[in-house]
């Protein structure tokens, strides 16, 4: 089964084509250097951006993996959440290549794409598992019992974790998006700064980093000799100490063995390195190929791929809706 993704929730249009479980193309163009001049994604430049280059990103995508556009079984493409006018240009166009070429048609939950990350490394994966979803706009501990039975067991009570290493990367004076500039400058400094890890009662699973950028903030102004490098690796070190804790704490009281990371923030080598060591090889762990823990079509034509697998076809009339949940 060939399925032809379409991801434009955000400021990435990205497009992708699987046969089953395996990726033939996968092309993304960012809209980063767009945006960077107004300090954030403006809604209606990013919509109007994705309208200008969706059909010759569709094309290109076809080209790189030697197919025409009549090979193609199955259309899909992210319907939330995201910027509705973003979503709008993908899922319409998915939705009228699918009317055109009388051809099933699969809508996907972006964050049910970050998840499905993982089984482009790992086909087989089956619950039940943990998954921690860590990403610009999320961070969500769930315990999934089978692939539509769910429990949602921890979200941020205010930041995401994604968002907090962009917002501290800010106060740093790094560059968008934070995560991979902390990251890289982190590997030079060191965990000297004990930034504070909320909610640790036991039981809780629920997260918190807007306390800890402020912390990084009150910090900074007391001890403006601080190296930005020390700073970086410590502000790093509490974070993920918090998520993880958290999950091993989670995995332990659920009794899975099986824990999967997803989302932008998995990406990190410091989160994956911690969690190897912390799992003392009692746990299975997940991660998607780094370069596919960011948006990405690949994930959303996964995710596609293994409802339409499942008989799970969307109708046409499918609308964005912008505040979808897992
Ligand atoms: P959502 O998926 O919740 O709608 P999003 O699509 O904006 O939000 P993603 O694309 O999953 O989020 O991830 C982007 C986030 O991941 C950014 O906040 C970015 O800073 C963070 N990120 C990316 N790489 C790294 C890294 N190496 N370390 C830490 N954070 C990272
Ligand atoms: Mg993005
Ligand atoms: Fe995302």
Known sequence: MKVLAIESSCDETAVA???????????LASQIDIHKKYGGVVPEIAARH????????????L????????????????????LVGSLLVGLSFAKALALALGKPFV???????????????????NPPFLVLLVSGGHTELFFLNSWDSMKRIGKTRDDAAGEAFDKVARLLGLG???????????KSGEEKYNFP?????????????????????????????AKVEDIAASFQAAVVDSLLSKTFAAAAEYGVKEIVF????????YLRNKAQVLSKDKYNLYFPPI????DNAAMIAMAAYNKAKRGEFSPLDTNAVPYLQF
């Open 291 to 294: 370069e596919l823990c960011t």
């Open 17 to 27: 084509i699987v046969e089953d479980t395996a990726l033939l193309s996968n092309t």
């Open 107 to 125: 809508a996907v939950n972006h964050l049910h794409g970050h998840l499905y990350a993982n089984l482009i490394s790992f086909p087989d994966l």
């Open 262 to 269: 997803a989302g932008g923030v998995a990406a990190n080598r």
């Open 50 to 61: 994705h309208l200008e280059i969706l059909a010759s990103l569709v094309d290109e995508t």
């Open 197 to 225: 890890r909320s909610l640790r009662e036991k039981g809780n699973y629920d997260f918190s980093f807007s306390g800890l950028k402020t912390s990084v903030l009150y910090f900074m102004r007391k001890n403006p000799e």
């Open 176 to 186: 968008y998006p934070g995560g991979p500039e902390i990251e890289r400058i982190a």
């Open 63 to 82: 080209e790189r993996a030697g197919l025409s556009v009549y090979e193609i079984d199955v259309f899909a493409a992210t319907y939330g959440p995201g």
